[in-house]
């Protein structure tokens, strides 16, 4: 075995040798891939192989499609056949929300550049005759997808990287891992010591192990899954094409041809965690004992819903575990801490999923960039929140709903509530519906008295519209309150502080007593965070920013080198905070503070150290509403405490409280993007609007090549606003903008703008496209609607309310 190498894999299943096949391809040929066993052995070998294009993140889609039309070309370099049946997929939906969804997949594949459409049961039957169409109302057919041979596959991606040069060691165990100075390591294993420059966890199912063997806890877990194979079905005899592969939600089933059978799958609601606390180091090429008994009722459902199936006999019985992260999407990227330790680990779709893995993966490592947005897959997605608790009651749960179409107004009850803070019960009892957010609870919605803060799952319009709307009135015509403790918070201080801060962002960094809307761009120009920066004194700032990307910030400050004389820290436990927006919110707040907040003493962007009733609090005049209104933040002790005395100073001015819908409602109404859903590391500054805030006269910050090279060339697209003439469903997020007939553009998100009485969607269009009143065409649901460019902000263009 060599005794060095740029990068070590470790794990030869379908994950470790996508990896070694695009670190070679980009021509990192000194690669070494290293397994315990055969390769396969882990869960890749006894893998159904089913391939899709499916997953509720578009980005995720767009890799799973690359995935599927990477394997002609590693058949072609290796010589090593995949065992594609490129049959294409069916999705059955047995009632009206399933349509919805796939109606919504239709109008997002449009800009995919995917071909899927809606189809009647009768032509999902000549796709598939073993289809009873009694259990259904309609289905989608896609042309992308079908399954391969998993062992061929894998065989495939491991010949063409070494074709390019890049080595397997086979019957290696890796032992442990051991961290150099310099940031290299070294990897222990049973036949020697490698010396590589990066590490990649790729170990599946012993991913968790390899994580301990440098002090990480990945939120991973496996479970156990069933699939049978039938005997050959005289219903397939003589068909000239094999039937396409299908998906019955309703069922949790899926089944595609195998030979002249069927093999049929399901994902059970009371799925079984497989080695809870250790997975055994001498599993190799192994199955697990089949248990009919507990899953004879689903198969039983498969067998009514495709009744040939039940009147064959089963020729095999598969029961293999493979791998999940809480939310079933893939843990991928580089761990704040370590250097050049990567994970590609809890892909619970490997043959649909792998290929995207080693592109961004290998563009990652090579050029800190993995060249799109991928936080969906992102490992730093998790946070301190996701314990082995958390993931032990989360992967069933996702492993129970593989099945179930999410809907965009559903909220997961497994570990809830996991972070809670002090005011949770208060906003209990005054009727909050509360969602999760990276494991903290935060209201969306509050019930008025008499009406249970619960909401049936929807792709149209719920129960809680009229209640939005009602907050939303309130904080336009009144003063409402809001919880901020759900954002990203950060202290950043020490005498480097601001001249750290000035290169990792691009805008302009505050006086202080100021605060500032600061972008961050990545070398490339894109958006990275759309965070805003307190400056407390010369030397101390608090910066906040979106909730979901606290791990994801923390990892991109730590990869910037902070210098000795700066320190990063958290403050996503220490810091609570409100925001009351509205034209009586200063009247509101002057009652409980003795700083002057008239127009013209506490102005727009003001930030100051002071006491608001009882507690000690930050306060910033700012907000996300485009209304008059504050930010306080203070510590948790505190925070009930001023949450008590802020509607107790409130009750006779109309306050209220509102919730994140009402947000999601008041900042379209006022064109403000989303960090993570608007704005990503998919567009630049100047496509997002956010390069107003981009100070380009300073010598030097990240990205500032790029944002000055696109300032000269100028956004090919644009983020905008549209005005849409919805029914009654509001866009969810990536239906494709038409434009004569042709997808050119994509929404991001969409909210009712209950204070303008428009329903809006966020979203990207080609720059000549992006013209006041400029009209497009958006598929809701099945439905075209016609949706309308609006560049000046629906409400307030002026922002004199903002600024009053
Ligand atoms: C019954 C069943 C059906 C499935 N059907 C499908 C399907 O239809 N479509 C689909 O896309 N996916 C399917 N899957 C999931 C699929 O199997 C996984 O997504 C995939 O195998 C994950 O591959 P991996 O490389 O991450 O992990 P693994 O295959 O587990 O590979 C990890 C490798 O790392 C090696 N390793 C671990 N520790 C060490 C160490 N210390 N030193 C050296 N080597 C080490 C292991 O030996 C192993 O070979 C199915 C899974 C099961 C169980």
Avoid at 276 to 304: C, H, I, N
Avoid at 538 to 557: K, P, Q, T
Avoid at 650 to 669: P, W
Wanted: aromatic share 10%; hydrophobic share 40%.
């Amino acid at each position: 075995m060599k005794d060095s190498a740029r990068a070590v894999v470790i794990g030869g299943g379908v994950v470790g040798a996508s990896v070694l096949y695009h670190l070679a391809k980009i021509g990192w040929a000194d690669v070494l891939l290293i397994e315990k066993s055969e390769l396969t052995s882990g869960s890749t070998w006894h893998a159904a192989g089913g391939m899709h294009t499916f997953n509720g993140e578009a980005n995720i889609s767009r890799l799973q499609k690359y995935t599927i039309d990477l394997y002609r070309e590693i058949e072609r370099v290796s010589g090593q056949s995949c065992g594609l049946h490129p049959n294409g997929g069916l999705m059955l939906a047995a009632n009206q929300g399933e349509l919805d969804s796939l109606r919504l997949i239709c109008s997002r594949a449009r800009y995919l550049g995917m071909e899927t459409q809606m189809i009647s049961l009768e032509q999902a039957l000549e796709l598939n005759p073993l289809i009873d169409p009694s259990f259904f109302l309609g289905a989608l057919w896609r042309a992308d997808g079908g399954h391969c041979d998993p062992s061929g596959t894998t065989n495939a991606y491991v010949k063409a990287a070494r074709q390019l040069g890049a080595s397997v060691e086979r019957f290696t165990r890796v032992l442990s891992l051991a961290a150099r100075r310099d940031g290299t390591w070294d990897v222990v294993t049973d036949k020697g010591t490698v010396h590589a420059e990066h590490v990649v966890n790729c170990a599946g199912l012993w991913a968790r192990e390899v994580g301990h063997m440098v002090g990480i806890e990945l939120p991973v877990l496996a479970m156990e899954h069933h699939y049978l194979i039938t005997e050959d079905l005289p219903e397939l005899r003589g068909r000239a094409r094999e039937i396409v592969n299908t998906t019955d939600y309703a069922g949790e089933i899926y089944v595609r041809q195998e030979r002249g059978g069927a093999l049929i799958g399901t994902y059970e609601p009371h799925g079984l965690v497989w080695s809870p606390v250790k997975t055994p180091d001498d599993f190799s090429m192994q199955l697990l004992p089949e248990d009919f008994e507990r899953l004879a009722p689903y198969f039983e459902v498969g067998f009514r819903h495709f009744p040939a199936l039940g009147h064959v006999g089963v020729r095999k019985a598969v029961n293999g575990p493979f791998t999940f992260a809480p939310d079933g999407n893939p843990l991928v990227g580089p761990v704040r801490g370590l250097r050049n330790y990567w994970v590609a680990c809890a892909v619970m779709a490997g043959f649909s999923q792998a290929g995207g893995i080693g592109l961004v993966l290998s563009r990652w490592m090579a050029a800190n960039d993995p060249g799109q947005d991928i936080i969906s897959m992102d490992v730093a997605r998790f946070g301190a929140f996701a314990t082995p608790k958390y993931t032990s009651i989360k992967v069933p749960e996702n492993y129970s709903r593989r099945f179930r179409l999410a809907y965009p107004n559903e909220e997961l009850p497994a570990a809830r509530p996991v972070r809670r803070s002090a005011i949770y019960d208060r906003l209990k009892a005054a009727g909050a519906c509360m969602g999760a957010n990276y494991g903290l609870e935060n209201a969306l919605w509050f019930a008025p008295p008499g009406i249970a803060p619960v909401e049936t799952p929807t792709y149209r319009r719920s129960e809680a519209f009229p209640i939005v709307r009602a907050e939303c009135q309130a904080v336009r015509g009144a003063v409402g309150i809001y919880e901020t403790s759900n954002y990203g918070k950060y202290e950043v201080t020490g005498c480097g502080a601001r001249a750290w801060l000035d290169r990792v962002f691009a805008s302009r960094i505050p006086r202080p007593g100021r605060l500032a809307l600061a972008p961050m761009l990545n070398d490339a120009g894109r958006i990275v965070g759309d965070l805003s920066m307190a400056c407390l004194a010369e030397d101390r700032f608090m910066i906040v920013g979106s909730g979901f990307a606290e791990e994801f910030h923390l990892r991109w400050f730590w990869l910037s080198n902070p210098p000795p004389d700066v320190f990063v820290r958290s403050a996503a436990s220490t810091l609570n905070g409100v925001s009351i927006a509205g034209p009586r919110s200063r009247e509101l707040l002057q009652r409980l503070t003795r700083v002057d907040l008239s127009a013209s003493a506490f102005k727009l962007f003001q930030v100051c150290e002071t006491a608001v009733g009882f507690a000690p609090a930050i306060l910033t005049r700012a907000g996300f509403t485009g209304e008059l209104g504050y930010e306080i933040w203070t510590t948790p002790d505190y925070f009930a405490t001023l949450y008590d005395d802020l509607m107790q100073a409130g009750g006779d001015l109309g306050l209220r409280l509102f919730g994140g819908r009402a947000l999601s409602s008041l900042r379209l109404e006022k064109g403000y993007g989303s960090f993570q859903k608007d704005f990503r590391p998919d567009y630049t500054a100047a496509e997002t609007g956010l390069d107003r805030f981009v100070d380009f006269n300073k010598a030097d910050f990240v990205g500032r090549v790029a944002a000055l090279a696109e300032r000269a060339a100028g956004p090919s697209r644009r983020f905008v606003i549209l005005e849409v003439a919805a029914l009654d469903a509001e866009v969810i997020g990536y239906e494709s903008i038409m434009k004569d007939g042709a997808a050119v553009g994509y929404v991001t998100s969409g909210a009712f703008g209950h204070c303008v009485g428009k329903s809006l969607a966020a979203g990207y269009v080609p720059t000549p496209l992006a013209r006041d009143g400029a009209r497009f065409d958006i598929d809701i649901l099945g439905e075209m609607r016609s949706a309308t460019v609006r560049l000046e902000p629906l409400y307030d263009p002026q922002g004199l309310k903002l600024r009053s």
